[in-house]
């Protein structure tokens, strides 16, 4: 008996170590980023918005600096280790919900084509047709220059990229989950709408909408940084990596740590997420094995 609880337990273990390494090496920096995020309050060593115009644009310690300022100081003579910190966590905070409104969106659009099918199946075939079509970019930029920016505004708006991909995917999975004849049986049994999209259709297409999201996120941690960039995005005193890359471009001469540690972050981030997504679809896909 003991013997057989011993390989229980070496069997996860043997599973863990037996991942890639560049997949091992993503899901370290993820979970570090992750922890970083719900322990930034707790992990700053000082207050992002905080100035101290004596110290401004001290290096960091690589490049000749003091171990007061580990990443050194910005223009203002902000701490930029305790900006990155706040900035990593408001990023992953409007990729995360951006991410879950798209894919929310998208899957019950999806639902509701496959359902009704006719008129309804193609007013959203034309409105994912529509949305495809359209730089998101152009359309981001339009909706912030004339509505005005706000946080909540912001995430919604991320929370409409890419939800057409969504959509197309849950329409075609359920349209073949019809023909594979076990959705048809759940309803001759008397089981209502909700029931079988929610309880039995989802759950057979929750794979390939997790890896969807895998691919989704990094897109909009970029697109966030880049309207953050254009100073579109996060606007102050909240920071985000987008706002600190775009601060720091003016100052790429001078100071170039600025730029560097948000730009560090954004690349690692986003290509981890991105050898993550690789992996889970080649775990999760049935066609692939």
Known sequence: MAIAERATIAAPRR???????????????????IVVAFGADFLTPYSFTALDLKARLQP????????????????????????????IRMSLLIALFGTIIAASLGTMLGFVAAHFRGNVEQVVLMAIDFQASM????IALSVLAFFGNSL????????????????RIARGLTLAANEQGYAAAIRQLGAGPGRIYG??????????????????FPE????????????????????????????GREYITRAPWIMLASATAIVLTTFSISLLGDWLRDKLDPTLR
Do not use: C, K
């Open 135 to 138: 730089p998101f970019m152009i």
């Open 60 to 87: 960091p310690v690589l490049m000749g600096g003091g171990w007061l300022h580990p990443l050194g100081t910005d223009e203002l003579g902000r701490d930029v280790l305790s900006r990155l910190i706040m900035s």
């Open 15 to 33: 599973r863990f170590f037996s991942l890639p390494l560049g997949v091992t090496l993503a899901l370290a920096w993820l979970g570090l980023m």
């Open 152 to 167: 909540v505004l912001f995430i919604a708006l991320m929370g409409f990229h890419s939800w057409e991909r969504y959509a």
């Open 220 to 247: 909009i941690i970029l697109l966030e940084s880049g309207l953050s960039f254009l100073g579109l995005g996060v606007q102050p005193p909240l920071t985000s990596l987008g706002n600190m890359v775009g601060y």
């Open 199 to 216: 309880l039995h259709i989802l759950p057979n297409i929750a794979s390939t909408l997790i890896v969807s999201m895998t691919l989704t």
